[in-house]
């Protein structure tokens, strides 16, 4: 019975010494007083970490790789389920759609179609704000000409725009440039900001290396610092980020983040996953997006929904 006693104070002893040495092994880097925690990997690989963090920082791969959509031609799957708050469906849209890019144009047929409950009003327009987001990221309404893909110089502002318009191109801001500053939106504009002197005070950042899809690749998460107490419903809203970047192109692979936040006027609890695939000469484009979201804004009814947009069959024009 002692012989199995001191075995087993051995091996939990064993454990402990095994955690310990794992936590020692992530180094603290400053820069611009900011604080980030660098994993043994990245250590040992003698890189240019304030290079590498800045172009993080400043990374418009994950935009870029939406706006080439629209100089391609696609098929999509497209599933979006509005709920009720006991999760069951209230209206739905399952569909197969085919965008075509020709001659710098961009038209979309509708090869399957099956929808329920009030997913569409009389007039067939959506009932739901999250449809027409969904449709203004994947559907082609008419014929659309003259666009490209490029995003150097460009910034998304709500500039000009008023009432649901303006409201979708904040949801835009914050699905294109999560840890951003969005103007307009009352009590959290600022607090979306997570490069930012203060957020520092709130969250954690990690740089790490390991393997994405058989791809060994950079991955960097930013997540609220443990035991924050009551300052964590006022100052956070991201839940969790963490992007997966490949290691030479320094375009974002993958995407998971989470965001949550009540106010007096509205709330909101979203969490998306984004997985892209690269078409070659590192033309990187969406391939899986998932959706999960809760929100709630004044004058407007609450929204539950679930999407997933799976794309494939690219071709260049």
């Known amino acids: 019975m002692r012989n199995r006693l001191m075995l087993g104070f051995c091996a939990l002893l064993c454990s402990l010494l095994s955690v310990v040495k794992v936590i020692a092994q992530d180094s603290t880097l400053i820069i611009d ?55 069951k469906t209230v209206a739905s849209l399952a569909s197969k759609t085919r965008q075509n890019r020709i001659n710098g144009c961009r038209t979309m047929d509708v090869l399957e179609e099956s929808v329920t409950g009030d997913f569409y009003d009389r007039s067939g327009d959506y009932n739901y704000m999250t449809p027409e987001l969904y449709a203004s990221l994947f559907f082609t309404k008419g014929t659309i000409c003259g666009e490209t893909n490029i995003v150097a110089g460009r910034k998304r502002s709500i500039g000009g725009k008023k009432g649901i318009e303006k409201h979708k191109e904040q949801l835009k801001m914050l699905f294109f440039n999560p840890g951003k500053k969005i103007g307009g939106i009352p ?131």
Not at 33 to 55: C, G
Not at 262 to 279: C, H, I, P, Q, R
């Open 33 to 87: 007083e900011k604080r980030f925690t660098l994993s043994e990997v990245v250590v040992r690989n003698n890189l240019d970490y304030k290079m590498l963090l800045e172009q993080i920082k400043e990374d418009t791969t994950f935009y870029k790789a939406f706006k080439n959509l629209r100089i391609l031609g696609f098929s999509s799957y497209n599933n979006i389920q509005m709920t009720n708050k006991k999760g």
């Open 187 to 317: 009590f959290i504009g600022d607090k979306l900001d997570l490069y930012d002197e203060t957020a520092h005070k709130y969250y954690d950042y990690r740089l790490d290396i390991e393997e994405y899809k058989g791809e060994l690749c950079y991955v960097f998460s930013i997540m609220p610092k443990a035991n924050l107490g009551f300052l964590k419903n006022d100052r956070i809203v991201v839940d969790q980020m963490v992007t997966w970047f490949n290691m030479k192109t320094m375009s974002v692979l993958a995407r998971n983040y989470a965001l949550s936040y009540k106010a007096g006027v509205y709330d909101f609890d979203v969490s998306m996953e984004v997985e892209m695939t690269n078409l070659g000469n590192n033309l990187i484009v969406p391939k899986t997006l998932r959706y999960k979201g809760n929100w709630d804004v004044i004058f407007k009814k609450r929204e539950r929904a679930i999407f997933t947009a799976t794309l494939f069959d690219f071709k260049r024009d």
